[in-house]
């Protein structure tokens, strides 16, 4: 079943302020160990999206951004997401019919407690 293009954006929680506090204390190995995670992260997200049907449009750092036409479940698949991230960090998402569709659903899973999806597209 085929429907209309939708987004998906996918940005880890609180990334920013866990990279300030080890640059804040000279850490140095703790901060090559979360760039090594958080890129591994991304990479297990993008081909996650992949295997389900989706063009990535963007992988960098702590985010992945991907569309798709396909009918998908998109709490079903932001369990998976949640499995397959790093330990150490938790992810939102938010879904829309456009990139800022996608974006203004991300910020509301990120101002409304983090660790969600939010789908604007219902």
Same mark, same amino acid.
């Given at each position: 079943?085929?429907?209309?293009?939708?987004?998906?954006?996918?940005?880890?929680?609180?990334?920013?302020?866990?990279?300030?506090?080890?640059?804040?204390?000279?850490?140095?190995?703790?901060?090559?160990?979360?760039?090594?995670?958080?890129?591994?992260?991304?990479?297990?997200?993008?081909?996650?999206?992949?295997?389900?049907?989706?063009?990535?449009?963007?992988?960098?750092?702590?985010?992945? %951004? &991907?569309? /798709?036409? @396909?009918?998908?479940?998109? $709490?079903? =698949?932001?369990? #998976?997401?949640?499995?397959?991230?790093?330990?150490?960090?938790?992810?939102?998402?938010? %879904? &829309?019919? /456009?990139? @800022?569709?996608?974006?203004? $659903?991300? =910020?509301?899973? #990120?101002?409304?407690?983090?660790?969600?999806?939010?789908?604007?597209?219902?």
């Amino acid at each position: 079943m085929r429907c209309f293009m939708k987004f998906i954006t996918i940005d880890g929680d609180d990334v920013g302020q866990k990279i300030t506090s080890l640059y804040l204390s000279n850490d140095e190995e703790n901060l090559h160990r979360v760039s090594l995670s958080l890129v591994n992260a991304a990479e297990k997200i993008a081909e996650l999206l992949r295997d389900n049907g989706f063009d990535i449009i963007f992988c960098a750092a702590d985010g992945v %951004v &991907g569309k /798709s036409n @396909k009918s998908v479940d998109y $709490a079903i =698949l932001f369990e #998976k997401i949640q499995e397959q991230s790093a330990s150490s960090f938790n992810f939102s998402a938010g %879904v &829309g019919s /456009s990139l @800022k569709e996608a974006y203004v $659903a991300l =910020l509301d899973a #990120k101002s409304s407690g983090k660790n969600k999806l939010c789908d604007y597209t219902l």
